[in-house]
């Protein structure tokens, strides 16, 4: 059970980011744009924040949330920057990338971490979004601003359709750009491990640190224990997950299907899907990524019994892209 809270959706003027912090520093919950989706902020030094944000939220468990800073002097302050990290975070913050590294304590609650001794840290590069933390000064943690297990929300309607009723305030500040959730790299150890593909590619982060990045053999989604060790521990394989079922690599479209397409892909039995969305008809992975979420929510609402998603190319954004969709689709 949730406490009911009336829900205000404003436009994220500077009366509305003015609103947010205020709400934010005083224990509440606030749902505010980023490059990548919208999240979901609260206090992350407190405690019983954190505690109504698991709620609202629906989270069956307690889940290390993303500790949000407004730049790398914060960050600092927050968890031991390792040389990696380091080099990382002069290379692409602000950005769509989060770092894992040891945990100070203090600056993020026990509860925020799920009781780790190392803390996720993130500088979003969305001008609102940091104009908030500036003005909160203190680490705001903030998870995907859905409901547990639903599609990120990328536009601010979307976070109302999860959420209303359940959070204090949602800053709309229109689509964000980025469209997928930011790389996730743990820096804890001798070498940087991917934990989760996301708005920054791979291709770049090994050309910063002129090497390979590891990425931890990941468990196929239907590969027992998969929902029992993920890499991120948040990433259980079902996630992401549209209403009906999604049928990846489809060389074809069947009777009562929705199409995901890319590129102007137009496979045998097109013209009979329920409704179709092309991710990027030029093919480029940058517009795919950014329409992914409100594609997938639109092919759930038009009543198709069935989401079939073409091949996609798996360089760039690809593999973010891979990632989320093998999870829509994933046994549930
Ligand atoms: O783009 C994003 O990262 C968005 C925006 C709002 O910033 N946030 C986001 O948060 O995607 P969330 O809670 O949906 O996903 C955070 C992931 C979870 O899978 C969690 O398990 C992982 O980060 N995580 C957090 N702290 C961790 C830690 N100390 N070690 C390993 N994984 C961690
Ligand atoms: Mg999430």
């Not at 536009?155 to 930011?182: C, F, K, Q, W």
């Amino acid at each position: 059970p949730f406490e009911p809270r009336n829900t205000r959706l404003v436009p994220a003027d500077t009366a509305g980011i003015a609103e947010a912090a205020r709400l934010i520093a005083a224990g509440g919950l606030v749902a505010l744009p980023t490059e990548t989706v919208y999240g979901l902020g609260c206090d992350a030094t407190s405690p019983t924040a954190v505690a109504n944000l698991y709620n609202a939220k629906g989270r069956p468990s307690f889940n290390p949330l993303i500790a949000h800073v407004p730049d790398i002097a914060a960050a600092r302050q927050v968890g031991h920057l390792t040389s990696s990290a380091e080099t990382l975070a002069e290379r692409f913050w602000p950005g769509p990338l989060t770092l894992v590294v040891p945990a100070y304590d203090g600056p993020t609650c026990a509860l925020a971490r799920a009781g780790l001794a190392s803390v996720a840290i993130r500088v979003p590069a969305h001008e609102i979004a940091r104009q908030v933390l500036r003005m909160v000064g203190r680490a705001v943690a903030a998870p995907s601003a859905n409901r547990s297990g639903h599609v990120s929300p990328t536009t601010a309607p979307h976070v109302l359709a999860d959420l209303e009723g359940r959070i204090d305030l949602i800053l709309d500040a229109g689509p964000t750009l980025v469209g997928v959730e930011s790389t996730i790299l743990d820096c804890t150890g001798e070498t940087p491990v991917m934990l989760r593909p996301g708005g920054l590619p791979r291709e770049e982060i090994e050309a910063a640190l002129r090497q390979s990045i590891q990425s931890p053999s990941p468990k196929a989604p239907e590969e027992p224990g998969a929902e029992i060790a993920p890499l991120a521990p948040g990433m259980l394989a079902s996630h992401y997950a549209p209403s009906v079922p999604v049928r990846l690599n489809a060389r074809d479209v069947r009777p009562g299907e929705a199409l995901l397409t890319f590129a102007g892909a137009h496979p045998p039995g097109f013209e009979a899907a329920r409704a179709y969305r092309d991710l990027s008809p030029s093919g480029e992975l940058v517009e795919a990524a950014a329409h992914l979420f409100a594609y997938l929510r639109d092919l759930d609402a038009s009543g198709a019994r069935a989401i079939a998603v073409v091949p996609l190319p798996r360089h760039g954004l690809g593999e973010a892209i891979a990632d989320r969709l093998s999870r829509a689709a994933a046994p549930r």
